[in-house]
T-cell receptor
Framework: DTGVSQDPRHKITKRGQNVTFRCDPI?????LYWYRQTLGQGPEFLTY????????KSRLLSDRFSAERPKGSFSTLEIQRTEQGDSAMYLC??????????????FGEGSWLTVV | RKEVEQDPGPFNVPEGATVAFNCTYS??????FFWYRQDCRKEPKLLMS???SGNEDGRFTAQLNRASQYISLLIRDSKLSDSATYLC????????????FGAGTRLFVKA
């Protein structure tokens, strides 16, 4: 396994700008998750894909947030018109298909966003 | 009520101490459970899965009580290197198993 890869690792942006994060999951993992984590809190679920289908989206995700996984491989998370409250670490994770052993999710190293 | 709730921290313990963390979950249909460890400014990493019969991995013991919707983690003979945040994790059967994290319990092990 090459691990879950996220890019960029760090992003500083001005309020009102758009940002996009990319996640490459572990190959053969068909399930992909996005989480947001702020200091002192656990990862908060944002959205979940099984292959290219977005099966669930948290109410935390306002209309400014959108995620895609067009070919069932990599995923992007876009935040439009960023606000200071969007400053957080955005974590991507992936998991094997059901029945292929293990329910464990594996995280990437995260993308740190600072909105100034 | 939060879907996954953990003991508030931080826990400050001396080296060699035994410490226990608790976690409750709200969805009785939840099917799999884990403890993750997270070091400061790093991603969470799997510590251990939690099985119905309870399981042990070296100094770490995890227990699951489905009737009470409760899981626990026991760390024996604490080491300085155990200092981290411990996250309780539950797979909930909604939309194909949504994985929910607790807020985490911070552990400081002192010399």
């Amino acid at each position: 396994d090459t691990g879950v890869s996220q890019d960029p690792r760090h992003k500083i942006t001005k309020r009102g700008q758009n940002v996009t994060f990319r996640c490459d999951p572990i190959s053969e993992h068909n399930r992909l998750y996005w989480y947001r984590q702020t200091l002192g809190q656990g990862p908060e679920f944002l959205t979940y894909f099984q292959n290219e289908a977005q099966l669930e989206k948290s109410r935390l995700l306002s209309d400014r947030f959108s995620a895609e996984r067009p070919k069932g491989s990599f995923s992007t998370l876009e935040i439009q018109r960023t606000e200071q409250g969007d400053s957080a670490m955005y974590l991507c994770a992936s998991r094997r298909p059901t029945g292929f052993g293990g329910n464990t999710i594996y995280f990437g190293e995260g993308s740190w966003l600072t909105v100034v | 009520r939060k879907e996954v709730e953990q003991d508030p921290g931080p826990f400050n313990v001396p080296e060699g101490a035994t410490v226990a963390f608790n976690c409750t979950y709200s969805n009785s249909a939840s099917q799999s459970f884990f403890w993750y460890r997270q070091d400061c400014r790093k991603e969470p990493k799997l510590l251990m899965s939690v099985y119905s019969s309870g399981n042990e991995d070296g100094r770490f013991t995890a227990q699951l009580n489905r009737a009470s919707q409760y899981i626990s983690l026991l760390i024996r003979d604490s080491k300085l290197s155990d200092s981290a945040t411990y996250l309780c994790v539950v797979n909930m059967p909604t939309g194909g198993f949504k994985t929910i994290f607790g807020a985490g319990t911070r552990l400081f092990v002192k010399a």
